[in-house]
């Protein structure tokens, strides 16, 4: 058998490889991390930190994400205050009683899987978040939602990992192979990285890092925008979105979506999401996208009407066509190990994502059914 410098190497320097790497060295594994660009570069810097369970109906994401959710409030407790934790809870808001209705029914099964749901009166969201519209019929508050500063929570998590060793601008052009086709490590311009198993948390770019081992990933860019104001008051106190946010995180549409998504930060500054549109890798501005989300965010907080918007940002979400990341081993390449595909929900997930890989790596009962997550489960495209 070959001998290898390492046990591990994880392409994707944002916070799910931080979470995969994380994890793994507390196991006792040697890992490197490789990245063709910074820590966090790529849609982990351009994330809100969203740790939410509200917009997740019962199943195996919902499931994912509280496992998540107890992981991240146990590294909050360990790692520095710069990943700027905050356990402030979700706030989902309905315009009229046929959408309390349905968010009734979606609130009821979530609480069979565990989720803490209150529904709230016209009144009682008034004394949760007092600048809200006055006009709204209801909602339900989550408080087991939460939010972190997600390019400090990558570092730290990386900061935090045992023995691991980082390499930043180094794009990976080949994985490496024994003559079974077994992976043996991957090969940057600079150095090759020696090891058995090849985790791919590459985000947006893992369908294209899955071509590479020869595996079919249907992984797509879904860009969204962020609007930034001026630094203010702590006018929102909790993450607040409107119903619809829901279905647009469901949906499978290309076309441009948004809903109002709100929340406050220590520093000072509302951001505003979100849009979601599958327009390839497109980095342009879209001025329409831009004047949805100030519409929508005023008439949920009119007090946001003349609040100086000072920046806005975008990035890509890796959306894959069922909306459940890639997690695991790659039955078709044996060493290869998927851990994307988690579209908005990556800053979430990636705790409860980084210990399945690494109960993968390490032959331990993982702590939920891997199952539904198998990188194997799309249709091979022709070929």
């Not at 205050?81 to 968010?103: C, M, N, W």
């Not at 990285?193 to 595996?215: D, E, F, I, R, Y």
């Not at 619809?244 to 999401?273: C, F, H, M, R």
């Amino acid at each position: 058998m070959p001998r290898h410098s390492l046990d591990l190497v994880i392409i994707g320097a944002g916070v799910v490889g931080a979470a995969c790497a994380y994890y793994a060295a507390h196991a006792g594994l040697r890992v490197a991390v490789v990245d063709r660009g910074p820590v966090a570069g790529g849609t982990t810097g351009a994330g809100e930190g969203n740790l939410l369970v509200s917009d997740k109906e019962a199943g195996p994401e919902l499931d994912l994400a509280l496992l998540s959710a107890r992981l991240w409030r146990e590294l909050a407790l360990g790692l520095p205050r710069e990943i700027e934790y905050e356990a402030k809870g979700g706030l989902v808001v309905a315009a009229d009683e046929a959408t309390v209705k349905a968010l009734r029914g979606f609130a009821d099964g979530q609480r069979a899987a565990g989720v803490d749901a209150v529904e709230v009166g016209p009144g009682e969201l008034r004394e949760l978040e007092p600048h809200l519209a006055p006009d709204l019929a209801g909602g339900f508050h989550y408080p087991q939602d939460a939010q972190v500063q997600p390019a400090q929570a990558a570092a730290r998590l990386l900061a935090a990992a045992p023995g691991v060793t980082v390499h930043l601008g180094e794009e990976v052009t080949e994985l490496l192979r024994g003559p079974a086709g077994e992976l043996r490590g991957v090969r940057t311009a600079r150095r090759d990285l020696s090891a058995p198993a090849v985790v791919n948390a590459a985000g947006t770019w893992g369908g294209a890092v899955a071509a590479l081992a020869g595996a079919a990933l249907p992984v797509l860019p879904r860009r969204g925008f962020v609007l930034v104001t001026e630094p203010l008051p702590r006018v929102v106190r909790h993450k607040v979105y409107a119903a619809d946010y829901i279905a647009d995180v469901a949906s499978g549409s290309a076309a441009l979506q948004s809903s109002a998504v709100v929340e406050g930060t220590p520093a000072g500054p509302v951001l505003i999401g979100a849009t979601r549109e599958r327009v390839g890798f497109d980095r342009s501005l879209s001025t329409e996208a831009l004047r949805r989300l100030a519409g929508q965010a005023a008439a949920l907080f009119p007090v946001l009407a003349d609040v100086r918007v000072l920046r806005t940002y975008h990035g890509f979400r890796p959306y894959l066509p069922d909306h459940l990341p890639a997690i695991g081993p790659d039955p078709r390449v044996p060493g290869l190990f998927h851990a994307c595909g988690h579209e908005g929900a990556g800053i979430g997930l990636a705790p409860a994502t980084g210990a399945l890989i690494t109960a993968a790596l390490t032959g331990t009962p993982p702590a939920l059914d891997p199952t539904p997550f198998a990188p194997d489960r799309f249709p091979e495209p022709p070929r």
